[in-house]
């Protein structure tokens, strides 16, 4: 969770209690302030700015969306949390829990869950499920930049889930990208062996990389589909 161990509030200059309005008025404040076209004829200071620009934009960026800001604020709750027991061994459940993300009593330990971290795996797989809806919905819209971005948060909460490594490997699919896709499928199969979607998307890429030539059975085959891949990745813009 290295992202939301920021302080977006603080880089935004906002109290976490601030409204959506006065997060908005402050970012386009530092926008204006920090902008690098302020700066045309001094290369220095540019690149000072463009570093500042992008903190505010990307603090923006989750703060701005009441979705993403409600994930940001009970990930970083977690967070605290985790800290606290780790100074002073308590593995009591945090009142930073709302009642109902909580686990019910299915955790891998028995009736208690996870003692440890109770409730974080159950918060954790809510909003990938959630960044998973969202990639379906943007996968249809053809917005595949935006989709491969919300694949890779749900990744990022939980790594270990087949299905994401599924979806992921179809948005790269859909933009063409088969290497990478075909590395999210067996990433997937890696976890489960018998995962049908997987399957399918092997044999699916497995004909597409053969008909374009990236099948693999030779040495300077597969070396130059993968570059090619990889060029093709650079050379389009995200």
Same mark, same amino acid.
């Given at each position: 969770?290295?992202?939301?161990?920021?302080?977006?509030?603080?880089? +935004?200059?906002?109290?976490? /209690?601030?409204?959506?309005? /006065? =997060?908005?008025?402050?970012?386009?404040?530092?926008?204006?302030? #920090? !902008?690098?076209?302020?700066?045309?004829?001094?290369?220095?200071?540019?690149?000072?700015?463009?570093?500042?620009?992008?903190?505010?934009?990307?603090? !923006?960026?989750?703060?701005?969306? @009441?979705?993403?800001?409600?994930?940001?604020?009970?990930?970083? &709750?977690?967070?605290?949390?985790?800290?606290? =027991?780790?100074?002073?061994?308590?593995?009591?459940?945090? &009142?930073?829990?709302?009642?109902?993300?909580?686990?019910?009593?299915?955790?891998? !330990?028995?009736?208690?869950?996870?003692?440890?971290?109770?409730?974080?795996?159950? =918060?954790?797989?809510?909003?990938?499920? %959630?960044?998973?809806?969202?990639?379906?919905?943007? +996968?249809?819209?053809?917005?595949?930049?935006?989709?491969?971005?919300?694949?890779?948060?749900?990744?990022? #909460?939980?790594?270990?889930?087949?299905?994401? !490594?599924?979806?992921? @490997? /179809?948005?790269?699919?859909?933009?063409?990208?088969?290497?990478?896709?075909?590395?999210?499928?067996?990433? &997937?199969?890696?976890?489960?062996?018998?995962? @049908?979607? @997987?399957?399918?998307?092997?044999? %699916? #890429?497995?004909?597409?990389? %053969?008909? &374009?030539?990236?099948?693999?059975?030779?040495?300077?085959?597969?070396? %130059?589909?993968?570059?090619?891949?990889?060029?093709? =990745?650079?050379?389009?813009? #995200?």
């Amino acid at each position: 969770m290295q992202e939301f161990e920021e302080d977006y509030y603080a880089t +935004l200059g906002v109290d976490p /209690e601030a409204s959506q309005e /006065e =997060i908005r008025r402050s970012y386009l404040g530092l926008a204006k302030k #920090l !902008h690098p076209d302020r700066f045309p004829n001094d290369p220095e200071q540019r690149a000072i700015a463009q570093k500042e620009f992008a903190k505010v934009t990307k603090a !923006h960026e989750v703060l701005g969306d @009441a979705d993403r800001r409600n994930e940001y604020d009970t990930l970083r &709750s977690l967070a605290r949390r985790r800290s606290e =027991i780790v100074s002073t061994g308590s593995f009591v459940v945090s &009142s930073l829990i709302p009642e109902e993300e909580r686990l019910t009593g299915n955790g891998p !330990h028995g009736p208690q869950g996870d003692e440890t971290h109770p409730g974080d795996d159950h =918060i954790n797989v809510k909003w990938a499920n %959630k960044h998973l809806t969202r990639a379906d919905e943007l +996968l249809r819209k053809k917005r595949y930049s935006e989709a491969e971005t919300a694949m890779k948060e749900a990744i990022r #909460l939980v790594p270990n889930e087949p299905r994401y !490594h599924n979806k992921l @490997a /179809e948005v790269y699919l859909s933009r063409g990208w088969k290497t990478l896709a075909m590395t999210e499928v067996q990433t &997937s199969l890696r976890l489960d062996g018998t995962n @049908a979607e @997987a399957r399918s998307l092997e044999v %699916k #890429l497995k004909s597409l990389m %053969k008909e &374009s030539g990236q099948s693999g059975s030779g040495k300077d085959g597969k070396k %130059k589909g993968f570059l090619d891949q990889i060029k093709e =990745i650079l050379n389009k813009k #995200l």
